[in-house]
């Protein structure tokens, strides 16, 4: 069932890239917080102008909704890398402070600077919510273990429907570890390397 479940995303996902925008998948990220470890697509457009949009999958929060992509433009990328890494640092020492004082139960809001973007998810169709927000929380799992969670802050609507909605997103990092190679794989150098080597493989097959 579950892998019906990915596969289905991926088919997904598929649809988006056809249907919406020219994308590729550069590259993936893991969210071990899980127990099967689903791995997640980042997808981009080929730089033009220096320009590109990253699609960034998450889990879904909501059962009727299948798949949930962030849409980044890159002109906003450093901003959102700037707020998670933030939160990142919050995260950091809320665990120091957690394991000194032995509290084995928290889960609060994380404040960060205030960063707005596109969000898509996908129900029967792909629809597109343009003015989403973003909040972080820390929280101590029953296990013990401390967790960064970036979320939307209000449910997602649909820009051309407003009685189609979603609950959203949700991306748990378990680690800094895992917060930075996640932010590592967001990069517009990381975009040119995978379509001029998608362009090198190309051009061997010329007629």
């Known amino acids: 069932m579950k892998n019906l479940k990915l596969m289905m995303v991926m088919l997904f996902a598929l649809v988006m890239t056809s ?9 993936t990220y893991e969210m ?9 697509n980042i997808s981009a457009s080929e730089v033009e102008d220096g ?8 889990a879904s929060a909501d059962r009727y909704s299948d798949a949930v992509a962030l849409i980044i ?16 640092v919050t995260y950091e020492n809320w665990v120091k402070t957690a394991k000194e004082n032995n509290v084995t139960e928290l889960d609060k809001e994380i404040s960060i600077d205030k960063v707005t973007f596109k969000c898509g998810f996908f129900t029967s169709s792909w629809h597109f919510d343009y003015s989403v927000q973003l909040t972080s929380r820390f929280k101590i799992l029953s296990s013990g273990e401390c967790v960064l969670i970036l ?19 949700f991306m748990v990092f378990t680690s800094s570890d895992e ?29």
Do not use: M, R, W
């Open 151 to 169: 979320e939307n802050k209000s449910k997602l609507v649909s820009g051309s429907n407003k009685y189609i909605d979603s609950d959203g997103f």
């Open 32 to 40: 071990s917080y899980f127990e099967s470890k689903p791995t997640y």
């Open 19 to 27: 249907v919406s925008y020219s994308q590729d998948v550069i590259d």
């Open 51 to 58: 320009k590109t949009s990253f699609y960034i999958y998450a």
């Open 73 to 88: 433009k890159s002109e906003q990328l450093e901003k959102l890398k700037s707020v998670i890494d933030s939160a990142k």
């Open 179 to 207: 917060i930075d190679s996640f932010l590592s794989k967001l990069t517009l150098e990381s975009v040119n390397a995978h379509y001029e080597k998608k362009s090198s493989k190309e051009d061997l097959f010329k007629d």
